[in-house]
């Protein structure tokens, strides 16, 4: 059955640490990964997205991720984070094939960060 | 352009109601889906609509279904509601044409269920 786990349910960080939030993934074909963040009060925005091409993606406010298609995962890093990152992170994929855009989302990340 | 759009924003129903909520895309957007997003259950796809036809269904009971208009607006209708409907109702839009694409969301809409 085509899953997306997200290992860490809660996480509390200080202002400057370095962030990373695991995410793996099970389909059996080629897919697109997202991470997709929602901020307290706010609707679901993309964050980035892969497709194709350089498995290091960056995306909007300093947030950049790895596909390793090896490991069937999609890790969110971010070098410094910010009180203001303080949001519901969700990694979600979208199979190729099937002429649909479903997306199979985690069960989110809850980051807090503390300044 | 102007993003998605949802009405009502919030709602409040009892057992056996139904309902309907309601999606506008971005404009030039053909394709719309919907999510529940529940605290236990996650975000869940219930279905997509392109071209006024239904492209691919989740895992919800016939009690929930949907439709899309011509001008690419999307409604969804809850029957009989439960108290486990109690959800945050997510329609996202795409271009449509060439799936798999982004999909961006609305700010949704908030079902309570008595």
């Known amino acids: 059955a085509q899953s997306v786990s997200q290992h860490n349910h809660h996480v509390i960080l200080s202002e400057a640490a370095s962030l990373e939030l695991g995410c793996n993934y099970s389909?059996?074909?080629?897919?697109?990964l997202f991470w997709y963040v929602q901020y307290p009060g706010q609707h679901l925005q993309l964050l980035l997205k892969?497709?194709?091409?350089?498995?290091l993606v960056k995306g909007i406010k300093g947030f950049e991720a790895e596909f390793i298609k090896s490991k069937f995962s999609f890790n969110l890093r971010k070098p410094s984070v910010q009180w203001s990152d303080t949001a519901e992170y969700f990694c979600a994929v979208m199979g190729y094939g099937g002429a649909t855009n479903k997306l199979i989302f985690g069960t989110g990340t809850l980051l807090a960060v503390q300044p | 352009k102007a993003g998605v759009t949802q009405t009502p924003r919030y709602l409040i129903k009892t057992r056996g109601q139904q309902v309907t909520l309601s999606c506008s895309p971005i404009s030039g957007h053909r394709s719309v889906s919907w999510y529940q997003q529940t605290p236990g259950q996650g975000l869940q796809f219930l279905f997509e609509?392109?071209?006024?036809?239904?492209?691919n269904k989740g895992n919800f009971p016939g009690r929930f279904s949907g439709r899309q208009f011509s001008n690419s607006r999307s409604e969804m209708n809850v029957s009989t509601l439960e108290l486990g409907d109690s959800a945050l109702y997510l329609c996202?839009?795409?271009?449509?044409?060439?799936?798999?694409?982004?999909?961006?969301f609305g700010p949704g809409t908030r079902l309570l269920v008595l």
């Open positions: 609509y392109f071209s006024e036809t239904q492209r």
């Open positions: 892969y497709f194709s091409g350089d498995p």
């Open positions: 996202a839009s795409s271009l449509g044409d060439s799936p798999p694409e982004t999909q961006y």
């Open positions: 389909y059996g074909g080629t897919v697109n």
